[in-house]
């Protein structure tokens, strides 16, 4: 029996998980967990620590300490189970768009081992279920931006996984497509008991949809709470402005440009 089946409450656990390069603290020793079932927003401005974060949870990156438990599974050294564990949409297109809608969700199939036995029929249901029934024979480049992400989300849900990452899943988006795509992303949370773990800048969104809130800033979580509960403890009428109060209002693009050309030097230095 692994960790995942005595850890009802959280499937998501980091420890005390720090990630540097060099004399740069990128993730600075934060500790956190995310319940079984719920939509966790994961907020912080440009340079934050929260992509790194991410990449450390879904085995891109190694920590350089600290421990992560996802579904039971250590990222780490377990890397194989804990992918089986989670889907991902990144905030990049990864869609073949030579590819129809179903042929990319069959080589995603056939890229996790799944019998066609139980893809087959889920390509369909799931397709329905962000309306691309109807369209699933059509090339992926004849799609809108929002028909993509519909299909990057039903592909991430293909394997069974219980966890889903979303990194800024309706960049670019009009306001009518995001609403819809949440309503998707809600959809699925509550019929097949999906964690969903997502990145935004768009605060209203979070605090619309999220059950839980943290806000990560120069790699330390500095909050988390309910988007109301965050709110309340800062005086603020609304997420963003709780989200301003924490971190402050400067812009932060010099900030995280300057540190993820630093990074990129340093990586390239250790070829």
């Not at 980091?14 to 934060?30: C, F, P, Q, W």
């Not at 297109?93 to 129809?100: A, G, K, M, Q, V």
């Not at 279920?129 to 293909?158: C, H, N």
């Not at 219980?162 to 960049?171: C, K």
């Amino acid at each position: 029996m692994n960790e995942a089946d005595t850890l009802d409450a959280a499937i998501i656990k980091v420890t005390e998980l720090t990630k540097r390069y060099g004399h740069i603290v990128a993730v600075d020793n934060i500790s956190f967990t995310v319940r079984r079932g719920e939509i966790f927003a994961f907020l912080g401005p440009n340079g934050a620590g929260k992509t790194t974060t991410i990449k450390m949870l879904t085995t891109l990156l190694t920590p350089t300490s600290g421990r992560i438990m996802l579904n039971g599974y250590d990222p780490v050294r377990e890397q194989d189970e804990a992918r089986r564990s989670f889907g991902i949409v990144f905030q990049d297109p990864s869609l073949d768009n030579e590819l129809t809608a179903y042929e990319n969700m069959v080589f995603h199939a056939v890229l996790y081992g799944m019998p066609r036995s139980v893809w087959k029929g889920r390509i369909k249901e799931l397709l329905e279920l962000v309306q691309l029934g109807d369209r699933s024979k059509e090339q992926v480049k004849k799609y809108s931006g929002g028909m993509k992400r519909r299909l990057e989300i039903a592909r991430g849900l293909l394997h069974l996984p219980r966890i889903l990452f979303l990194d800024e899943p309706t960049l670019g988006l009009d306001p009518q497509t995001r609403k819809l795509l949440w309503e998707h992303i809600r959809e699925l949370n509550a019929k097949e008991q999906i964690t969903v773990f997502f990145t935004t800048h768009i605060m209203e969104e979070a605090e619309r949809v999220a059950d839980t809130v943290a806000v990560i800033d120069h790699g330390k979580i500095i909050a988390q709470a309910s988007p109301r509960e965050l709110a309340e403890r800062t005086g603020s009428e609304s997420l963003e402005e709780a989200f301003l109060t924490l971190t402050g209002k400067e812009i932060r693009e010099e900030e995280a440009e300057s540190k993820n050309s630093m990074m990129s030097r340093m990586m390239r230095g250790r070829r």
